[in-house]
């Protein structure tokens, strides 16, 4: 019973209500009890001219009739405020419980991979006017909108990764069958167009690498002021000669008088590298790449 009721939240709260007012009822019973006789007496006393004809047995008999009076009352409170109690602690306990279910509910749908689940919130109302729950639900949609966008994030990469990874195996593939059916000669031209496809792989895997290192907070920025011209006149040179195999032309144009741009030399270079390696294979021979 004990192990049921730590389970369920309503629960708790019921018995919370319902304590405080048991011990209000105590505390009124116990009041009525030790203070009202001494307080019957002294009226009694107040009252004694007024009843000195009277029967000396009176004053008990008041005492115990209103005794009587006063616990039969009492017990009909106690039922009422019992009952008003029950019906208090239920609607409060459900007001409350019932948000946190659907917390609940929709986390473990998120958890299921749901990531589209939300939980209802008042409209119209601002974050000043919402109670702890009603914040509660705001921070949780804000957390199940970042999963849903990381997960999309995830799916983006994982077909963007697959597609760039295809595109080298099919090449590599097709000069291993060349070279093993005869059609390709096994020469240094050959063995380059391999090793140049192998080294596409490479830097897509240190890409999802450095990625990784992103997301956990372990890479370390080395920031400094570079020339925006330095960085171009770099990612130029590293690629030329492929453009040149390929037929592309690729020009740059800096304007003088850049300022410098804060952030780290190696990582804006591989940006440069990365757009200027997309730009590459997407445009065909004769084709032209501007960077300005």
């Not at 609940?104 to 109670?131: C, F, K, N």
């Not at 909108?145 to 799916?155: G, K, P, S, V």
Request: net charge negative; hydrophobic share 45%; glycine share 6%.
């Amino acid at each position: 019973m004990i192990a049921y009721l730590r389970r369920h939240l309503g629960w708790k709260l019921f018995l919370s209500y319902f304590a405080v007012t048991l011990v209000g009822i105590v505390v009124l019973a116990s009041a009525i009890e030790y203070l009202m006789p001494s307080a019957f007496e002294r009226h009694m006393a107040a009252m004694a001219t007024s009843m000195a004809c009277a029967s000396p047995h009176l004053a008990d008999d008041l005492l115990t009739n209103f005794r009587r009076a006063m616990n039969e009352s009492l017990v009909l409170s106690v039922l009422a405020a019992s009952l008003a109690a029950l019906i208090v602690s239920v609607i409060i306990s459900r007001q409350i419980v019932t948000p946190v279910r659907r917390m609940m509910s929709a986390s473990q749908r998120i958890a299921e991979g749901h990531y589209r689940e939300r939980v209802a919130v008042p409209e119209g109302t601002g974050w000043e006017d919402l109670d702890e729950l009603g914040r509660l639900a705001i921070s949780f949609n804000q957390m199940a909108a970042r999963l849903e966008q990381i997960e999309a994030t995830r799916r983006e990469l994982m077909g963007n990764v697959a597609h760039e990874l295809r595109t080298p195996l099919a090449a590599i593939r097709a000069y291993a069958e060349g070279l093993l059916d005869g059609v390709l000669v096994a020469d240094s031209a050959t063995f380059q167009h391999i090793y140049r496809e192998t080294e596409r792989m490479q830097r897509l895997v240190h890409d999802l690498q450095e990625l990784s290192r992103v997301e956990s907070g372990a890479l370390d920025l080395n920031l400094q002021p570079i020339p925006i011209a330095h960085l171009v006149d770099t990612a130029v040179m590293r690629l030329r000669l492929q453009f040149e195999e390929k037929g592309v032309r690729l020009t740059a144009e800096v304007p003088e008088g850049l300022p410098p741009v804060h952030g780290d030399e190696e990582r804006l270079g591989q940006v440069l590298l990365n757009l200027l390696g997309n730009a590459l294979q997407y445009t065909p021979a004769g084709g032209e790449v501007r960077l300005t």
